[in-house]
């Protein structure tokens, strides 16, 4: 099985090879204004699973606050869509946007993160986890 997630543009793309280790939603401001949406959704794999990253990217450092680590987030440089990122507290996990995957291939998530900060409207799955 392989996933592949590109940036608006098509410029950017990354191929990964194997499933998400871990796959959730954030309702923290940043996510927000990252994806301008009402959440996130941040699907990370090992950095092993990664077969091909393509186009040219920028990096910015981000200290996310609410979950107490910094970011090195990988946008594309034509869309600005970011597309992945790495995790001061996770060195062997490459996140990726999960919103990027085409639609038939994006994974449930099974977290809600920063649930504090969702917006009333939204309700996710009773089976999912919840970090407040
Ligand atoms: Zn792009
Ligand atoms: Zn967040």
Redesign the pocket.
């Known amino acids: 099985m392989t996933l592949e997630a590109t940036c608006c543009c098509k410029q950017i793309s990354i191929t990964l090879s194997d499933k998400p280790e871990m796959n959730s939603v ?7 204004q ?1 994806t301008g949406s009402a ?2 959704i ?1 699907t990370y794999f090992k950095t092993n699973a990664v077969l091909e990253k393509s186009g040219e990217t920028k990096i910015y450092k981000f200290w ?1 606050k ?2 107490d680590h910094e970011q090195n987030r990988h946008f594309c440089t034509q869309c600005g869509t970011t597309l992945y990122w790495t995790i001061s507290t996770m060195p062997n996990l490459i996140g990726v946007a999960g919103g990027c995957f085409s639609a038939s291939e994006i994974v449930e998530p099974t977290h809600t ?2 649930n504090s900060n969702k917006c009333q409207w939204i309700s996710f799955p009773s089976n999912w986890q919840v970090q407040e």
Do not use: I
């Open positions: 954030c309702n923290c401001t940043n996510c927000k990252r959440f996130g941040s996310h609410e979950q993160l920063n």
